[in-house]
């Protein structure tokens, strides 16, 4: 039988369930919000004591921008006062911190602020955290094909490896694991070239209470998977 390392060297998450949880409670959405945001560092130190390597969350999608301006706002300030604070818990957990899509419609102060945590924490050595915000596979997809026009490549150099160096997660092994919380069956649009052969795991914790609990039994479930990779289980029969 083929069977899964114990623990995915690439986990992700959708972190899905912040409007709700703050709903159940009768609270303003971006309660919700402030709450989802302070799970972040809690649960990258759990991954990391795990031996987990690369730990990618959704934290705000392209069609997110769809969502009414004070939401906006509310997750952009939020965002600002997350990086600031990551950036020194970071580097006091040796946690390399990269971002995953688009920075361009961010005020040029978050983007400073941004790139300012990033070099901050680009040589630490353990965990790898990375953040998707202004991120949709679609544009990641998009955007790979413009650069590898502008360079005038070869149609035949137009590989996987081509493709794959040039998305917003370069350098980043494909993802084992991908756990959305929150109660919904889909994907939307978050790493689906990166994910193509991940083990899928929905569970109704929302984000704002995912913690340890939730994390390993989602690394049980993964655990028990058997994966294939398109092959045969081994001492299968031809
Ligand atoms: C996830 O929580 C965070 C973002 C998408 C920014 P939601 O805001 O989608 O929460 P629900 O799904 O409405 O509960
Ligand atoms: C996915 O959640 C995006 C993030 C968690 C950042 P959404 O709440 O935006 O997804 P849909 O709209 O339910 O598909
Ligand atoms: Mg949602």
């Known amino acids: 039988m083929t069977v899964s390392p114990a623990v995915p060297q690439h986990l992700a998450i959708i972190m899905d369930g912040n409007g709700r949880w703050a709903n159940n409670r009768g609270l303003p959405r971006v309660v919700g919000h402030r709450r989802g945001v302070d799970r972040i560092h809690p649960l990258a130190l759990a991954c990391a004591c795990r031996g987990i390597r690369y730990l990618t969350l959704y934290a705000f999608s392209t069609e ?95 590989t996987e490896d081509a493709v794959a160096r040039n998305l917003f997660t370069a350098g980043s092994p494909d993802v084992d694991l991908l756990v959305r919380c929150g109660g919904e069956m889909r994907l939307s649009n978050f790493l689906m070239w990166q994910a193509a052969y991940a083990e899928l795991y929905f569970t109704d914790v929302l984000w704002p209470d995912f913690g340890e609990d939730a994390l390993d039994a989602a690394l049980v479930a993964f655990a028990s998977r058997n994966r294939r990779f398109g092959g045969l289980e081994q001492g299968g029969r031809a």
């Open 64 to 158: 997110n921008w769809s969502r009414p301006r004070a939401e906006v706002s509310a997750l952009l300030r939020l965002l600002g006062t997350m990086i600031d604070e990551e950036a020194r818990t970071c580097l006091r957990d040796n946690i390399r911190l990269r971002l995953v899509g688009s920075v361009e419609r961010l005020s040029p102060t978050l983007q400073e602020k941004v790139s300012a945590a990033i070099a901050l924490n680009s040589e630490n050595t353990g965990l790898t955290l990375c953040l998707a915000f202004d991120y949709g596979t679609r544009a990641e997809i998009v955007r790979a094909a413009r650069l590898l026009a502008a360079a005038e490549t070869r149609p035949d150099a137009v």
